[in-house]
């Protein structure tokens, strides 16, 4: 079954595999330059665990950008469900290229996975509600448009990319500008059409002042549960209502069946084990 398409975001993973590569071989490899430069290799990648794959885009930059004719064949597609011990892909190039791509084509592979894997699992628990479940900026440094594509891939919604493509109003802009409403008003006078206004709210009471106000979309943060279906009765479907702080694969559920439109989880992103995979090899004869 694939989850979802390839990235909305192809652009940034070139730079991301440079910098990781940077990282980790830096002056050279000195392990793979043991191995005779003409000897060419096979390798298998497979997951350990059950997981969603993600992260083929990235697998195959890695190997492009260390300038190798190294093929890849992938036995899954990207956004499948793969069962634990099961062969992802088959990789066959000089030996060098694949032995000193390997960490890191690997660490892209089980992080974005592990990404896409926790947010499908949010995502199955709530799938017979109207809630979509959206992720936050609570990325690595350096990944975030990665990590989003990940949330995507695991059948999950895309919050604001950063602070540049959406206003997010909270509690510290709010006693700036002096007020609830003044912030709000001040927000949709300043907003281009293609930047959305959101408010964040922590008590009913403030929640009618935005709905007076105009707000477009509102974030009810740590409300009870008991607020958050109160919050649905009362916006009557004038604004969009997201819920956020503290969800859980246990607690989602119950949020979702209040009714609210959105639930933001930051453990999508923040929160995740990476998945286990593993590069084995053999040396052409």
Known sequence: MILQNH??????????????????????????????????????????????????????????????????VWQVDEGAMVAPNSLVATLRGPARALLTGERTALNFLQTLSAVATQTHRFVEAIADCRAQIVDTRKTLPGLRLAEKYAVRIGGGTNHRLGLYDGILIKENHIAAAGSLTAAIRQALAAA????????????????????????????????????????????RGRAILEVSGGVTLESVRGIAL?????????????????VDFSMRFQLDE
């Not at 392990?31 to 993600?54: D, M, Y």
């Not at 209040?258 to 990476?274: C, F």
């Open 7 to 72: 990235s909305p975001f192809p652009s940034g993973i070139r730079e991301q595999v440079a910098l990781a590569l940077v990282e980790d071989v830096g002056s050279g490899d000195r392990t793979a330059a043991l191995i005779p430069e003409g000897q060419w290799a096979s390798a298998t990648i497979r997951v350990r665990e059950a997981a969603v794959l993600c992260g083929q885009p990235w697998v195959e930059a890695v190997f492009a950008h260390l300038a190798a004719p190294v093929e890849i």
């Open 192 to 235: 281009p059409p293609d930047v959305f206004v959101e408010v964040e709210v922590e008590t009913l009471a403030q929640l009618e002042e935005a709905l007076e106000a105009g707000a477009p979309m509102i974030l009810l943060d740590n409300m009870t549960l008991a607020q958050q279906h109160q919050a649905v009765m009362l916006t």
């Open 258 to 274: 209040t009714g609210v439109d959105r639930i933001s989880v930051g453990g999508l992103t923040k929160d995740i084990k990476a």
